[in-house]
Nanobody, 123 residues
Framework: QVQLVESGGGLVQPGGSLRLSCAAS???????MGWYRQAPGKERVLVAY?????????IQIDSVKGRFTISRDSAKNTVYLHMDNLKPEDAAVYYC????????????????WGQGTQVTVSS
């Protein structure tokens, strides 16, 4: 089990960029890692995940494909979500998570979450 702390959120204009960071207190190399987001009045949804330190990331939401990138630096026990060309509909609280890849190939979260970081997209 690891403790997760997100940072890097803030106010950005449409079309702008942000890089979110998730710092872990322990080794993340043994986990799949994911980024979720939750907009007001909406359920928390998986945005992207990274299966392992030796595999590339996967974007789960069609609307952010080509704009968001997930990556990790296992030496720093940190996971990143780089977001380009941000849109108002991207505004949400973004959460980091540790999980696993299920037998069906999907990302399954453990009960291992950060506190979230707010992303606001507005002119």
């Amino acid at each position: 089990q690891v403790q997760l702390v997100e940072s890097g959120g803030g106010l950005v204009q449409p079309g702008g960029s942000l890089r979110l960071s998730c710092a872990a207190s322990g080794m993340i190399s043994i986990y799949a890692m994911g980024w979720y987001r939750q907009a007001p009045g909406k359920e928390r949804v998986l945005v992207a995940y990274n299966p392992s330190q030796t595999r590339g990331g996967v974007i789960q939401i069609d609307s952010v494909k080509g704009r968001f990138t997930i990556s990790r630096d296992s030496a720093k026990n940190t996971v990143y979500l780089h977001m380009d060309n941000l849109k108002p509909e991207d505004a949400a609280v973004y959460y980091c998570n540790a999980g696993r890849i299920d037998v069906d190939g999907t990302y399954k979260p453990f009960d291992m979450w950060g506190q979230g970081t707010q992303v606001t997209v507005s002119s």
